[in-house]
């Protein structure tokens, strides 16, 4: 399991461009995606795509061909496979099989990243990748992350982020860490409140670039909770 950068072709290790040039085959999110980065390295090898749609499918393949004693390596598109996406139902098959070793080959992670450069968020946090699409269960979900009272990390697109980010200005006051296109050439990062942000991004003419948000709730009573002092 390689991970490959979220942008920044530099940011890979030598471990990782070393594996991709001895395994027998790479399997993929995108092979489009995975033959650019293979070609910069001058690196080419046969392709097999595994993505959210064929994964359950396509693991099946890949472990035939383990089977058959070939060394393979699976990249998503971008990061880390299995954080927010494809790569997890393959190690489970893979692992369940009992016959052949999920070898971890770390490296970038767009959540990491921003949390490194996001300054003090607290001792804990939850990563919670991209919220449902439909309003209902993105309201249930936040609410659920605000009662913690913990910093959390969600991912999301430039066409739903304003929507998102109102969602999260509703459920309480919160102060934001948004990273939009990391480790790419336009990379900034945004703090302040929910309505600094919201204005900020709002302001843009087009938004562009997917982004990783890290929400810190302020602390305060939570109104669902009754006072059961005596």
Do not use: W
């Amino acid at each position: 399991m390689v991970a490959t950068p979220i942008g920044n072709l530099e940011d890979i290790t030598y471990r990782a461009v070393r594996i991709l040039g001895q395994v027998d085959v790479i399997a993929c999110e995108d092979t489009r995606h995975t033959a650019h980065l293979l070609s910069h390295y001058g690196i080419s090898k046969k392709l097999i795509a595994c993505h959210a749609h064929n994964e359950e499918e396509s693991s099946k393949g890949i472990l035939a061909l383990l089977d058959q004693g070939l060394d393979i390596a699976y990249c998503s598109d971008a990061g880390t496979p299995g954080i927010s996406d494809p790569g997890a139902r393959l190690a489970e098959l893979i692992r369940a099989s009992g016959r052949h070793n999920v070898v971890p080959v770390p490296g970038p992670s767009a959540f990491a990243s921003l949390v490194s450069a996001a300054g003090n968020i607290g001792k804990a946090f939850t990563f919670e990748g991209f919220l449902s699409p439909k309003k209902g269960r993105r309201e249930k979900r936040l609410k659920e992350l605000f009662r913690r009272g913990e910093a959390f990390i969600i991912y999301e697109s430039p066409f739903r982020i304003l929507k998102t980010l109102e969602d999260v200005r509703n459920q309480g006051k919160a102060r934001l860490v948004a990273g939009r296109e990391l480790t790419k050439a336009f990379e900034e990062i945004v703090t302040g409140s929910t309505e600094d942000v919201i204005a900020y991004f709002d302001s843009k003419d087009k938004i562009k670039g997917e982004f990783a948000v890290i929400v810190i709730p302020e602390a305060g009573d939570d109104p669902s909770e009754e006072d059961t002092d005596a």
